[in-house]
């Protein structure tokens, strides 16, 4: 099972990027999906989730109105567009799958990470 994150790179403040989060060996359809992020010094974050069902998502309140979490279960793959990024936001981005109703802070799988730096 491999979760392959990509998307990151640097970007002005103001800027957009969006993230993949690419499943291999794991149907992704049966999972529970989020974003995660780690900022230097500082521990790991909330950042979005998706239910497995393709419903309800749910933001951390320092990404809502700028963050939008979707997946496309026959690509197998979940995406992060963020938009209006801010230095704040510069942060080393994991995607996460959990068999859950919903993404918990010790999911079953990890994806490697992909850097997002944002300069002002």
């Known amino acids: 099972v491999q979760l392959q994150a990509s998307g990151g790179g640097l970007v002005q403040a103001g800027g957009s990027l969006r993230l993949s989060c690419a499943a291999s060996?794991?149907?992704?359809?049966?999972?529970?999906m989020g974003w995660f992020r780690q900022a230097p010094g500082k521990e790991r974050e909330f950042v979005a989730a998706i239910s497995w069902s393709d419903g309800p998502t749910y933001y951390a309140d320092s990404v809502k109105g700028r963050f939008t979490i979707s997946r496309d279960n026959a690509k197998n793959t979940v995406y992060l567009q963020m938009n209006s990024l801010k230095p704040e936001d510069t942060a080393i981005y994991y995607c996460?799958?959990?068999?859950?109703?919903?993404?918990?802070?010790?999911?079953?799988?990890w994806g490697q990470g992909t850097q997002v730096t944002v300069s002002s």
């Open positions: 060996g794991l149907p992704l359809r049966g999972y529970a």
């Open positions: 996460a799958a959990d068999q859950g109703v919903i993404v918990t802070t010790t999911p079953d799988y």
